[in-house]
């Protein structure tokens, strides 16, 4: 059995100013890691380069949340790759369900954002995950499976090494509601099948995949506990340093 290295990654949202976030990631650079786990912290724009600056001799990674399909040009307000890793981020979330869903982001924008990070030499996060509506009607494999299809359409497992794949089921975030670690775990196995499936065994068994959804230090044990679940990514909690080191050491 390929052992993963499991991932905790946090996701700050459009939250914390530059002082804030400076004093969170001093704050993590001294917690430890008795897991050895990667992590990630995915911090706004404005604080990339003083997260980067100031983890710049510890393991933890830091990413952004989205980048733009283009290199440049006239796309006012829009980040490129280029700018996301000269800014520090070495990999960058696509596909949040808040781009999705607040910004109208679909499978093949996000394509291109894709290939726009991976142009730039930027990891991938890619975030998948069914509405209340559609696990009700029984579609949940079905949606993830597509947008993982669609998403990552045109790119050979060559190009997509090392991707991290984030399933997120929209109706827990930010909610309280978390998905059973069994729920999870069915839709991080049908990942890993599709994966292996479409990239080749060696692809499906060494991709981390991540669960997202109100992770919290009290639910992350179980979670984490899931054969297929190889970390989570982690919205509210990721902004509480005790919290989150908690989530970082979780107990196998
Ligand atoms: P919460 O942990 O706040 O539910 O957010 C999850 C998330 O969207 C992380 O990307």
Not at 118 to 140: D, P, S, Y
Not at 206 to 221: E, P
């Amino acid at each position: 059995m390929t052992s993963r290295t499991p991932i905790i990654a946090g996701n700050w949202k459009m939250h914390n100013t530059i002082a804030q976030a400076a004093e969170l990631v001093t704050a993590l650079a001294k917690v430890e890691n008795k897991n050895n786990a990667e992590i990630i912290v995915a911090p706004s724009y404005p604080s990339l380069n003083i997260a980067t600056r100031l983890l710049k001799d510890t393991p933890i990674q830091v990413a952004a949340q989205d980048v733009h399909w283009e290199d440049k040009g006239a796309f006012t307000s829009a980040v490129s790759a280029g700018q996301a890793k000269d800014a520090g981020a070495t990999l960058t979330l696509i596909g949040h369900s808040e781009r999705r869903s607040v910004f109208g982001d679909t499978d093949e924008i996000l394509n291109k954002k894709v290939a726009a990070a991976l142009r730039h030499g930027l990891k991938v996060i890619f975030c998948v995950g069914e509405t209340l509506q559609e696990r009700e009607a029984n579609k949940t494999l079905e949606v993830v499976e597509g947008q993982l299809k669609n998403g990552l359409a045109g790119f050979t497992a060559e190009q997509l090494n090392g991707i991290i794949i984030a399933y997120e089921p929209v109706w827990a975030i930010g909610t309280g509601k978390t998905a059973t670690p069994d729920q999870a775990q069915e839709v991080h196995a049908a990942i890993r099948s599709y994966l292996t499936k479409t990239y080749g065994a060696a692809f499906g068994a060494a991709t981390r995949i991540l669960y997202g959804g109100s992770v919290k230090d009290t639910n992350v044990d179980e979670i984490m506990a899931k054969e297929d679940v190889d970390g989570a990514l982690v919205g509210g909690q990721s902004l509480i340093a005790e919290k989150f080191a908690r989530i970082i050491n979780f107990n196998k």
